[in-house]
């Protein structure tokens, strides 16, 4: 099976193509014994801006490391397995992130964030709000409320913040929720968030504050036009 590693092409001689990995974790000796001790033999693909998106590549590589140390597994295996569940979620014979479109590539990064967040798996490499972008940051913040995770520091417990006032006096219990911004927050955030203020929290944080749907609604136990809370 392949192992595939993106780097940023730095010098060329005409003969010698140098290329800086980063900071990505390349086990040097497995490869040497996959390959007899010998140097492995790569294949160049020049990125045509058509596909992924190099800065996608890096929050691919940045979830599967956070999953691997949670895990306790080599990266490169664990890539190879949600690779296999891309696949097979999509229907694809043989799934190349190297070749992805960006369209691709942002359904695979949601793929192992929803993994992180629905097995509480911490973001160390990987930091959402810095890296994602805004419409990404969007999918984020709903699956934090969907998951009960908080949206900046991945902390549970948490709870739903609304960021709306629902107006003095009123029981939140019995208003219809639906419509409603919000975001799910541990403790430690939910004091900055009403500390600052809601539009000043969501701008440190670049976040845009998430509807209040159905869904959400069932999962929180929040009141819709056609519920009750018992």
């Keep these: 099976m392949p192992i595939e590693f993106t780097g940023r092409v730095v010098a060329y001689d005409g003969k010698k193509l140098t290329?800086?990995?980063?900071?990505l974790d390349i086990n040097w000796n497995k490869l040497s014994r996959y390959n007899d001790g010998k140097a492995p033999v790569v294949s160049l693909i020049f990125d045509d801006q058509q596909r992924r998106s190099l800065?996608?590549?890096r929050y691919i590589h940045a979830i599967i490391g956070d999953i691997a140390a949670w895990q306790g597994e080599?990266?490169?295996e664990v890539k190879a397995w949600f690779k296999y569940a891309f696949g097979r979620a999509f229907e694809m014979d043989d799934v190349?992130?190297?070749l992805m479109s960006i369209e691709e590539a942002n359904a695979f990064i949601n793929l192992l964030i929803m993994f992180a967040s629905k097995h509480d798996v911490p973001m160390m490499k990987y930091k959402p709000l810095e890296m994602l972008a805004p419409d990404d940051i969007r999918a984020f913040e709903y699956q934090c409320l969907i998951n009960k995770q908080c949206v900046i520091c991945g902390a549970k417990p948490s709870d739903l913040h609304h960021l709306d006032t629902v107006g003095s006096g009123r029981d939140r219990r019995k208003i219809n929720h639906l419509g409603h911004r919000a975001e799910q927050l541990c403790r430690k955030h939910h004091q900055?968030?009403?500390?600052?203020?809601?539009?000043t929290f969501l701008k440190k944080y670049h976040l845009h504050?998430?509807?209040?749907?159905?869904?959400?609604?069932?999962i929180h136990r929040l009141r819709d036009e056609g519920t009750t809370n018992e």
């Design 209 to 218: 504050g998430i509807e209040i749907d159905k869904h959400i609604a069932r």
């Design 74 to 76: 080599d990266p490169t």
């Design 96 to 98: 190349k992130t190297s």
């Design 55 to 57: 800065l996608q590549n």
């Design 192 to 199: 900055e968030a009403h500390s600052l203020g809601v539009e």
């Design 19 to 23: 290329i800086d990995v980063r900071d």
